[in-house]
């Protein structure tokens, strides 16, 4: 431009001054990540756990299965598992979350059609509990694109959702993520 006397900045130039603004950048992404970390919850159940789930009803006199819940909490803290049904604890369970802080508590029996339970999971000093939680058939359904049709768009689907009267289907619906390997 005529008559500035701002200089044209040198490749070089510019470019340690790009690398030391990435520098400070990643200096202050790296603290406000760890205090994130910090600040963040350290006990938290798997997504799976929540209101109105449904665990998989197992033959109570068969040692060989049980429902488990699973998920992460401080490395070496104890996580409590307390069931109840009306109100009333009807069982205990508690684990030690290993090196990595994961945890699983197996051990979870009941036959089909049993409910409504309240769970409640303890740890490090939190509480998460599950509401309206029952025991019953869990269908796994993977598939295709094709699987992704919603229900708004099935033919006559007012008249189907009108005459429906199925209270204990619930549904856990994943969220889509793309994996660039498997």
Known sequence: VAGSTRRAQTWPGA?????????????????LS????????????TALFGDHMVLQATDPNDS?????????SAPGATVALDVAFDGKVEKTFSTTADADGRWDIGGLKAAMNQGP?????RSIGQTVA????????????TGQSNMEL?????????????SANTPEI?????????EDSP
């Open 34 to 45: 760890a205090a994130a970390t910090a600040r963040s919850p350290a006990f938290q159940p």
């Open 15 to 31: 470019h340690r001054r790009w690398w030391r603004g990435m520098a400070l950048f990643g200096w202050l992404l790296l603290h």
């Open 170 to 178: 619930r549904l856990f619906q994943v969220k889509l993520r793309q």
């Open 130 to 141: 599950a509401k309206d939680v029952w025991f019953g058939n869990v269908v796994m359904c």
């Open 64 to 72: 060989a299965t049980s429902a488990h819940l699973a998920g992460l």
């Open 150 to 162: 919603s229900f708004p768009d099935i033919y006559d689907n007012v008249s189907l959702i009108n």
């Open 117 to 121: 339970f309240v769970l409640t999971l």
